[in-house]
């Protein structure tokens, strides 16, 4: 793959804000297993080969298990993840497919009768961010490491 522009290098400031958006990420109710699994499945949606090497690493060292994550592009068919996880990844799906129908009603609905409103909202951010991370590492041909 042809090298592309380093985007922290050209504009640090735009990194900087990201990793802004990553700080307050750390402050939510978000379990770490929670924001891996929408790293993780986002990136998979976006075709992101180096935020899944990255996230599914990161995933491994605070204790998930192999198993779920090879099956986590396929979540539905499986009982491994509990129903809190398949909203999460529900939720993570269709905003990550905004194009397609955005976060519909009826899975909008399920996630108030769930949660509360801080952390659907937190649940939002961390799958807006990574998106964002996902745009960029495509789109400047960012590889994992070898």
Known sequence: MEKR???????PQAYKAMY???GYLATTQLSKTHKELIKIRASQ??????CIDMHTKDALKNGETNQRIFL???WRETDLFSEEEK??????EEITLIHDKGLSNETYKKAEQFFD???IAQIIMAIVTINAWNRIAVSTHLEPEK
Do not use: H, Q, R
Request: a negative charge; hydrophobic letters at 55%.
């Open 5 to 11: 522009i380093n985007i922290n290098e050209v504009e």
């Open 20 to 22: 802004a958006l990553e």
């Open 45 to 50: 949606i976006n075709g992101c080969a180096f």
């Open 72 to 74: 986590l592009n396929a």
């Open 87 to 92: 909203l999460i990844l529900s939720i993570t």
């Open 117 to 119: 409103k801080s952390f």
